[in-house]
């Protein structure tokens, strides 16, 4: 017998071998709640994984961490890439001050891409300050990429300032690079990266700073004077949600759809309809219809079960 149990299998340390060199590779193309939780796969991961600056040079923080980051955090993640962190990406994060970014940046003078839709608690004055402390670093932020969707109170002066830093030499061609609707209009999305110095701009409408965007028609973009004046932010200017064009005011009450998205009346008679109330879901929603070329909506649905919901007697 104790012969049996001293052939048998012993049990493995997991910290006593090294894991085959291709995971390593794999750790720069995790995410970042990813990435956090390999560490504690074992001490070996942990030890490569924080003292490894090229694996924190990017970071992009998205929901459902966005929630949870605080200033602290923030700078605890941010210090690991020593200095060189290029590209910071923060997405819905409501705890992140003014000091905090600020502090991150001054400790990472390299940034090129600095990406905050969402961050309600940033001010327009502290972003200001952020590129100001850039340019006292670097002598210029000509590469610099700011996404700036959401930030409250920024005015058409704090625009001119930030233009006037980032907008230089051949970069201002590229803030008049056209911006359509329907890629960046959320601030979950995180690829609307077109190679613009900024994304908001001044509505030439109502004179907000804000997400403003050019007409995707060919109709509109070959007439030059139609172009201008269908170009402006979503609360000027109607637009459709799946193909991104302007949406006649007249036609407006009737593009409506399932969804409550807008869209244009060349799309709307393209999708399929509810069986019911006869509106179709847009693109981005399509997955709520099935297989076949009928379906029932979500409201007409839960309208229909309240109507069978016998009344309770009192």
């Not at 969402?118 to 972003?127: F, R, S, V, Y």
């Not at 407006?252 to 509106?279: F, G, M, Y």
């Not at 929603?285 to 029932?296: L, M």
């Not at 979500?298 to 309240?306: K, N, P, V």
Request: charged share 25%; hydrophobic share 30%.
């Amino acid at each position: 017998m104790s012969h049996l149990s001293s052939s048998g299998p012993s049990p493995t340390n997991p910290d006593s071998e090294s894991p085959h060199g291709a995971l390593f590779l794999v750790l720069h193309y995790l995410p970042l709640r990813e990435l956090l939780a390999f560490q504690s796969v074992s001490r070996i991961f942990c030890d490569a994984i924080s003292s490894d600056p090229s694996l924190w040079r990017e970071i992009t923080v998205q929901p459902p961490l966005s929630s949870k980051l605080s200033d602290e955090a923030l700078l605890g993640i941010s210090s690991r890439a020593e200095g060189t962190l290029r590209s910071l990406t923060l997405i819905d994060c409501v705890k992140i001050s003014d000091d905090g970014l600020l502090t991150v940046v001054e400790q990472n003078p390299e940034i090129t891409k600095l990406f905050v839709p969402g961050c309600l608690h940033l001010t327009a004055d502290g972003m200001v300050e952020v590129v100001k402390r850039l340019h006292d670093r670097k002598g210029n932020v000509d590469q610099l990429r700011l996404r700036l969707y959401g930030l409250c109170n920024i005015k058409k002066d704090h625009l001119d300032v930030l233009n006037s830093f980032l907008c230089k030499d051949g970069s201002r061609s590229k803030s008049l690079m056209p911006s359509f609707y329907g890629s960046n209009h959320s601030s979950g999305s995180i690829n609307n990266d077109d190679g613009r110095p900024i994304d908001v701009d001044m509505c030439p409408i109502c004179r907000s700073v804000r997400l403003v965007f050019d007409c995707t028609r060919d109709k509109c973009r070959k007439m030059e004077q139609r172009w201008i004046e269908c170009r402006g932010c979503f609360f000027c200017i109607a637009r459709c949600e799946d193909c991104g064009g302007c949406i006649d005011p007249d036609h407006v009450c009737h593009s409506e759809s399932a969804c409550k998205h807008l869209l244009c009346i060349d799309c709307w008679l393209q999708l399929p309809k509810c069986d019911t109330c006869n509106r179709p879901y847009c693109k981005g929603h399509n997955s709520f219809v099935g297989p076949t070329t009928g379906f029932i909506c979500q409201e007409c649905a839960d309208g229909d079960f309240l109507r069978n919901v016998p009344e309770a007697g009192f």
